[in-house]
């Protein structure tokens, strides 16, 4: 199997200058690079630039992707959109972990698991690109999911308490899916762990409301992030006043969910094999259930055929003995079969001496047909 690694960087909030995409192009010659992205493949040869650095000083998003399993994820929030105390409860292995830099919050998320084929080919950081989003707006379930891959991974202790569950773990969909997808994430341990997650609400936006509350904004505030959008195109502005706006209207201080009982580490884990082991069950079940099903349906299948033949046994035997004649391969397994079906049919009719009779003489008379008599053999007859 070939090599193959994929890496993309996205900026968001605020493009490239030209100055930028200067330095970033002396890495790669062949990289496609806007002043909105980088996307490089290498089949032979690695990446020269230091993903973490970029992060901190050029982009917003960074996959990458190699083709033995390795999967990873960084993700750049301004820190007054998430504060790194809060992005720390949840990033603390390994496999998760976040720093901070220039006034800036970054995440990384990690796995290492083949976990099936990967389609080759650009934008492939598209469909995540909601979870920063998501996280943006106070949704912490894209760190939870981060704390729990620490917890698959084991690299925390049993006694460890989990962080406050966020609402709506049972209810991912979209981006959250990928990104549970993109980090291998086990669907039983996702599941128990969602058992402690409250229902998430309705969040779509009235304009009337909306437009209430910015219209209590003070004028001065509301000048300086007209002029950092237009001036300096940064949209992060944007978005923390909607991240305002939703936290004062659900009345929230954050968005870390709800504060019941923390499970550990261990109570997960063990609760996630329990559940594993049901399922793993019920599956079992269900496969002997259908082959049970399967069974019947055969055997009603062949009942109804031997109906169909019944009466007409001298004309199989005749058949019978031309097949074996030809002295054909194909020609003894037609006979064989229909040797079968004559013996299912004494069978049923309690005739089985008789027919015990017939295949007895059958073995004396072609008794210098190897052939045939090993396909009788391995037929049971």
Not at 16 to 27: D, F, I, W
Not at 78 to 101: I, N
Not at 186 to 199: I, N, T, Y
Request: net charge negative; hydrophobic share 35%; proline share 3%.
């Amino acid at each position: 199997m070939s090599e193959y690694q994929y890496y993309e960087f996205q900026a968001i909030d605020r493009p490239l200058t030209p100055e930028q995409m200067q330095e970033v192009r002396s890495y790669s010659t062949r990289a496609r690079i806007t002043r909105a992205s980088f996307v490089n493949d290498y089949s032979w040869g690695s990446f020269k630039g230091d993903p973490d650095g970029w992060m901190e000083k050029y982009f917003d998003t960074f996959l990458y992707y190699a083709n033995w399993g390795t999967h990873i994820l960084k993700l750049r929030l301004p820190a007054r959109l998430l504060d790194l105390k809060t992005a720390r409860q949840y990033c603390v292995g390994d496999s998760a972990y976040a720093w901070e830099k220039g006034g800036n919050v970054i995440l990384s998320f990690g796995c290492d698991e083949d976990d099936g084929e990967w389609v080759e080919g650009e934008e492939q950081l598209s469909p995540l690109l909601p979870v920063r989003a998501e996280l943006a707006r106070g949704d912490l379930r894209a760190l939870y999911l981060g704390w729990l891959l620490c917890v698959q991974n084991h690299e925390l202790d049993d006694e460890d308490a989990e962080p406050p569950v966020p609402p709506g773990l049972g209810q991912l969909g979209g981006s959250l899916d990928e990104f549970a997808n993109f980090l291998c994430i086990d669907g039983d341990l996702l599941d128990v762990a969602a058992e402690a997650s409250e229902v998430l609400g309705e969040a779509q936006l009235s304009r009337e409301e909306v437009h209430a509350w910015v219209t209590g904004l003070p004028s001065g505030e509301k000048d300086d992030i007209l002029t950092g959008l237009i001036v300096e195109e940064d949209l992060a502005r944007a978005t923390e006043l909607l991240q305002r706006f939703l936290k004062q209207r659900s009345g929230a201080h954050d968005g870390s969910g709800t504060q019941a009982a923390r499970r550990t580490v261990g109570e997960l884990l063990e609760a996630a094999e329990t559940r594993a082991e049901e399922r793993r069950q019920a599956e079992a079940r269900k496969r002997d259930e259908e082959a049970e099903c399967r069974k019947r349906q055969a055997e009603i299948a062949r009942a109804e055929f031997l109906d169909q033949i019944a009466g007409q046994q001298l004309k199989l035997w005749a058949r019978i003995e031309g097949l074996i004649a030809t002295k054909q391969p194909k020609r003894y397994d037609e006979a064989v079969k229909l040797l079968i079906d004559l013996r299912d049919l004494a069978q049923r009719e309690g005739k089985d001496d008789k027919f015990r009779m017939r295949i007895e003489t059958i073995h004396a008379v072609h008794a210098r047909k190897p052939s045939f008599l090993e396909r009788l053999g391995k037929a049971g007859l």
